[in-house]
């Protein structure tokens, strides 16, 4: 039986929790930030979890994270 390919994708986009959930960086970060406030964009700095019903997903797109 060959070995599953993770997706190159989804292992740039995500890490795998201690607790065996999925973290990943948040969105609307990279540009038009002018408009944004300080404690917005202080506050999408930090990784958020895989909402639960996205596991599986990444789970299967990531097999020996």
């Given at each position: 039986m060959p070995k599953?390919?993770?997706?190159?994708?989804?292992?740039?986009?995500?890490?795998?929790?201690?607790?065996?959930?999925?973290?990943c960086g948040q969105s609307h970060r990279r540009h038009i930030l002018?408009?944004?406030?300080?404690?917005?964009?202080?506050?999408?700095?930090s990784p958020k979890a895989v909402h639960p019903s996205d596991v599986r997903m990444a789970e299967r797109?990531?097999?020996?994270?």
């Open positions: 599953i390919k993770t997706n190159r994708g989804a292992a740039k986009r995500f890490r795998r929790t201690g607790n065996g959930g999925f973290k002018t408009k944004k406030s300080t404690k917005r964009k202080r506050q999408l700095r797109m990531m097999p020996y994270s």
